[in-house]
């Protein structure tokens, strides 16, 4: 094989990621500059490994990436979904766009959030601010464009990996109304999720259910880190105190940041097709 079939080979094998890393599906939440960005500038770091894994960082721009089902196919749900990656990277392809894909495929429209990050170096954003404020304008803008993306704007729930978990969880508990009176059509709308997916969350000691916490699916492996393992546990019991109807799986094995990958084998790799069960049987399908 010569070096320049190579080379073609490589661009037609990576071109999906690539595309999907420009973000050209991407629709900004904010058509000016987001709170707390307006004196920020640079373009976000996009770096995708070998095996097509893409991470991104310095996200002052934070949008959102629909991917819809076809109309014939299309059950009316809708998730948002956070990729983890510790508040200092977005790990966009196990935890984001193979998600989304998958959900898409049957029948639930998908929308992958891009949010900026409080722990990457010289950041000065914070979790509790310009992260959370980005969850919630994400959760509202879909909600006020329902009727275009064909979304029942009564079964919107988001779904969030490890550090997305915690951004989930504080959209599902926090008083996130909208604001009737708003001149933003899009701040008019409810943030908060009509069910919630904690895939193993961080920060579980922090997630303090109350009676009115949206409905929660929780997944998690039991050689995740002890805050994880067991904290998710404790996090089901809280539901269970609250009064919140919840559905924990602890996998045997996966570890932490399983997410969703072609080649997962193991049975963490199904939690997917559990999470659809729990839709059916909360009847959002």
Wanted: with cysteine; glycine share 10%.
């Amino acid at each position: 094989m010569t070096v320049l079939m190579k080379v073609t080979l490589a661009c037609v094998v990576l071109w999906p990621a690539v595309a999907r890393a420009q973000g050209a599906d991407e629709i900004r939440l904010w058509s000016n500059a987001a709170p707390g960005s307006a004196a920020v500038t640079g373009d976000e770091v996009v770096e995708t490994s070998d095996s097509g894994e893409i991470r991104v960082t310095q996200v002052h721009r934070p949008s959102i990436t629909p991917y819809l089902p076809e109309p014939g196919k299309a059950t009316g749900a809708a998730v948002l979904v956070i990729p983890g990656g510790g508040h200092r990277v977005l790990v966009m392809t196990h935890e984001g766009y193979n998600v989304a894909e998958w959900l898409r495929d049957r029948g639930i429209a998908a929308f992958v959030l891009k949010h900026r990050l409080a722990r990457e170096p010289g950041s000065t954003y914070r979790i509790d601010v310009e992260a959370f404020a980005d969850a919630q304008r994400a959760m509202r803008m879909i909600r006020s464009r329902a009727r275009e993306w064909g979304v029942d704007p009564a079964r919107v729930g988001a779904m969030g990996f490890s550090a997305g978990g915690e951004l989930v969880a504080m959209v599902a508990t926090r008083d996130v109304a909208g604001n009737a009176a708003a001149s933003d059509p899009i701040e008019r709308e409810s943030a908060r999720p009509d069910f919630q997916a904690l895939i193993y969350p961080g920060r579980s000691g922090d997630i303090e259910p109350t009676p009115s916490s949206s409905p929660a699916f929780l997944a998690a492996a039991y050689d995740d880190r002890r805050d994880i393992s067991e904290g998710l546990a404790e996090v089901y019991l809280r539901f269970k105190r609250a009064g919140v109807p919840a559905e924990l799986h602890i996998y045997g094995s996966g570890g932490h940041g399983f997410g969703v990958r072609a080649r997962n084998t193991r049975p963490a790799g199904a939690w997917l097709s559990r999470f659809e069960e729990w839709l059916q049987d909360r009847g959002v399908l």
